[in-house]
């Protein structure tokens, strides 16, 4: 049970990083440092910006599921 509560929080660390690298800066953040200051058209919709987030909650909630899991089993 540990071996699987690990292998699922690997897999869900490195989805929420490259969920939250998905989504679109806001501005007057880390993202202006690196081009994503730059607004263009090509941008999602927000039906697909809205699903971004619902996703990336979901993965969050998962991951933290997965440190309490793991927490409990192996213990202090």
């Keep these: 049970m540990t071996l699987l509560l690990q292998v699922l929080l690997v897999i869900t660390s490195v989805l929420l990083v490259l969920l939250v690298l998905l989504h679109k800066g806001k501005g007057g953040g880390m993202s202006d ?3 994503g200051g730059i607004s263009s058209s090509v941008g ?3 039906v ?3 699903n971004l987030d619902r996703i990336t909650v979901v993965i969050g909630l998962v991951w933290f599921a997965s ?3 793991l ?3 192996v213990g202090t």
């Design 33 to 35: 440092l690196f081009g």
């Design 44 to 46: 999602g919709s927000s």
């Design 48 to 50: 697909a910006e809205k």
């Design 67 to 69: 440190i309490v899991g």
């Design 71 to 73: 927490g409990l089993l």
